[in-house]
């Protein structure tokens, strides 16, 4: 299938420092000041439609709720029909579409994101999602980049991959094609390069797609679309409608043409979207291909012989980087007592030194939650360790709604290794730490194994290689990636393939030629030169 073609070996993409004096950081300041400055409407994208509608709804940026950065249009349940109606006109186009062209459009919106839409999109997660200039980069710049050229490449070798063996007479081939119908696309609002790689991937492989990201990341989402346009994508490959969960839901998950669910989002959300699959499956042309990364209760594991620095810059980083709001954040903690005073010393000095505010200063490493909903709720965990006799705060604690959604980094310590905050996704900038006895680092383990239904990221810090290795064998289900001294955070496309599975998801790895394979139906094809041209066997001799 790869023919004469060659694809570029992908490289990760650089991540720019933003550095005081560097043009990068003068360009997305000038970027950030411009869009602050006016404000957009976004169209839901239907085929070759813009569509406005008249129930629009208000966007801001989290750290500046009383500003307005535009609206975007609601959309009902005939906008989604159209959208999915538009897709299904757009498939077998598409799907025929040789592989090399399809490739050129993803490899050039990946040009675009590193150039001339860099600031852009950046600057639109920063303001949209609350996100500073690095998290921005890591995230909206540099990760979908990695994620669109890395992709290309494994679709080829998926391509590449035909039986090995020809029998005299015979040639065997493998196809792969999209799946028979449309894919359902809901991305998250805190990762602009999830949205992109869960839209992009399927499609990559000549599927049709109908997108609803989450509120909180229309803004960015909407800048996504630009770029697939300008890359050439065509209209109707991928569409992209602004309405509510269950209005999508109730369209799509009982229409006939449904053939996958790729998903980011709560475990509560995907298990009902599960269910409501499953309910309607004889409705369905074919059974659908579903694939998420919900939640998560990632873990620190530090063992005596780790060093307390190494230990509290995980923390720092690992717990508090974009507030707490990626899947991978480290939420809790084991650490030994006789590591603890060092730890707690160094940990606090850097809670000490954040800056918080708005991500227009580039000067805060801490920025708002996303909404609300998320403060009240990360507010009534941190009220309830107040009051609670089994925990005791340590550090912040304190938040103001008042001009954005303000959250201090919170450090909890737990003297029950089953306390709630040790147990219960939190989603925000809390990390609960729980200290054990030294000598029971292997109980512990089983503690952490069997203390939350999550199984996504986890650490285990230690210089001891006789303790990594326990702590590798007996957390190898409590976590689909998995660091060793280092924080869980900061997967890497091409290089840690991301997912989990227990309750955080189908663990079918985000930036891997895996994920890619489940948007595809093989055909095998035996084409015999010479068919036989008698039933009789030489058996049947006399």
């Given at each position: ?287 659908p291909r579903i694939v998420g990364e919900t939640g998560g209760k990632d ?92 925990a005791e705060i340590i550090a912040g604690g304190k938040y103001d709604k ?141």
């Amino acid at each position: 299938m790869n023919g004469f073609f060659k694809v570029p070996i992908p490289k990760n993409e650089p991540v720019k420092n933003y550095a005081v004096g560097s043009p990068e950081r003068e360009e997305l300041q000038k970027t950030l000041a411009a869009m602050r400055a006016r404000t957009v409407d976004v169209p839901n994208y239907i085929g070759d439609q813009l569509v406005f509608t008249d129930n629009k709804k208000t966007l801001h940026p989290p750290h500046d709720h009383q500003h307005t950065l535009g609206t975007y249009n609601l959309a009902d349940k005939s906008h989604v029909l159209q959208a999915i109606e538009a897709a299904m006109k757009a498939r077998k186009e598409w799907a025929s579409l040789p592989w090399e062209q399809r490739a050129a459009v993803f490899l050039k919106a990946a040009d675009l994101i590193a150039g001339p839409y860099r600031a852009k999109l950046n600057a639109a997660t920063m303001l949209g999602q609350s996100k500073n200039a690095y998290q921005a980069e890591i995230d909206s710049a540099c990760e979908l980049i990695d994620f669109l050229r890395f992709n290309v490449k494994y679709m080829t070798e998926i391509y590449e991959e035909q039986p090995p063996e020809n029998s005299p007479g015979v040639w065997n081939r493998l196809e792969y094609r999209p799946l028979e119908g449309f894919v359902f696309a809901i991305t998250p609002f805190n990762f602009t390069a999830i949205a992109g790689n869960l839209t992009t991937a399927p499609a990559m492989m000549g599927n049709v797609v109908v997108w609803k990201a989450a509120e909180r990341q229309i803004y960015a989402a909407n800048v996504l679309m630009e770029i697939y346009r300008e890359a050439g994508l065509p209209d109707g490959v991928i569409n992209l409608v602004h309405a509510r969960g269950p209005v999508a839901g109730e369209v799509v998950f009982n229409h006939p043409d449904f053939s996958g669910l790729h998903f980011t989002g709560s475990t509560g959300v995907f298990r009902n979207l599960w269910q409501e699959i499953g309910k309607n499956i004889a409705k369905y042309r074919t059974y659908p291909r579903i694939v998420g990364e919900t939640g998560g209760k990632d873990f620190v594991m530090v063992h005596k012989s780790a060093n307390a620095d190494v230990v509290a810059t995980a923390l720092s980083r690992g717990a508090f980087e974009y507030q707490g709001q990626k899947c991978s954040a480290a939420s809790r903690a084991y650490i030994p007592k006789s590591l603890w005073p060092a730890v707690k010393e160094r940990l606090l000095a850097d809670l000490g030194s954040f800056n918080i505010g708005p991500t227009e200063d580039f000067g805060n490493f801490i920025n708002a939650v996303i909404d609300e909903k998320a403060f009240d709720k990360i507010a009534e965990y941190i009220d309830a360790a107040k009051n609670s006799s089994d925990a005791e705060i340590i550090a912040g604690g304190k938040y103001d709604k008042s001009t954005g959604y303000f959250i201090e980094p919170t450090v909890i310590v737990a003297s029950d290794p089953k306390y709630t905050t040790m147990c219960e996704e939190i989603f925000g900038p809390v990390l609960t730490i729980y200290i054990y006895e030294d000598n029971k680092f292997e109980e512990t383990l089983d503690i952490l194994d069997k203390t939350s239904e999550y199984a996504l990221t986890g650490s285990i810090i230690s210089t001891d290689r006789y303790a990594a290795n326990m702590a590798t064998r007996k957390l190898e289900n409590a976590a689909g990636n998995f660091y060793i001294n280092d924080k869980p955070t900061g997967a890497v496309v091409g290089q840690q393939p991301f997912g989990g599975a227990r309750g955080s998801g189908t663990n079918d790895k985000a930036g891997a030629k895996a994920n890619l394979m489940r948007w595809v139906s093989m055909r095998t094809i035996k084409e015999t030169f010479l068919p036989p041209k008698d039933y009789r066997y030489p058996f049947l001799g006399e």
